[in-house]
């Protein structure tokens, strides 16, 4: 019999910057020039991402090319993430990324929620779910999953900084 190591996934930061910037930024699901994963660890460093499907619609679909290193190391060079609800009024969305984008993980749902704060900023929480197969990989799929999690709030802090400091420049 097949073991299946069940993860689940966690992180939450600080994001300076209006709720209603954050979400619309966050729903144009086919854009990433926000993201900076930083790495290029293991073929899995984001080349380039596009929409398929309508803007606006649910669901539509965010494609993520991440090149020749990923295949090299058992990933897809594209991987699909399909958002399945979009909630406006919660700021809460949850996607599902089935496609075999790392190896050994199935069946990986995520949740994206977005808290106003009363600085002005806004509060992301990240979970997600997951199986792992073969089981012995959970941990460190967990754990590279974290580090994504966090390079996701760090990016668009980082975004919103630059923004804000370049609107006061003008």
């Not at 958002?83 to 995520?110: C, K, S, W």
Request: aromatic letters at 10%; one cysteine or more.
């Amino acid at each position: 019999m097949v073991k299946v190591h069940r993860v689940s996934g966690f992180h939450q930061g600080k994001i300076d910057a209006n709720i209603e910037d954050v979400w619309a930024l966050v729903t144009d699901w086919g854009s990433l020039a926000w993201y900076d994963d930083g790495t290029n660890t293991e073929g899995m460093k984001l080349m380039e991402s596009w929409l398929e499907g309508e803007p606006g619609a649910v669901p539509r679909t965010r494609v993520m090319s991440r090149g020749d290193g990923a295949v090299e190391h058992g990933a897809p060079e594209e991987n699909r993430e399909v958002l399945l609800v979009e909630d406006h009024v919660a700021h809460r969305l949850y996607y599902d990324a089935t496609d075999g984008f790392a190896p050994g993980i199935r069946n990986y749902m995520a949740s994206w929620c977005f808290d106003e704060l009363d600085d002005g900023g806004c509060l992301m929480t990240i979970s997600s779910n997951f199986d792992c197969v073969p089981a012995d990989i959970g941990e460190q799929h967990g754990a590279m999953l974290h580090g994504v999690y966090v390079s996701i709030v760090a990016s668009l802090q980082k975004y919103f900084t630059k923004a804000q400091a370049n609107a006061r420049m003008v």
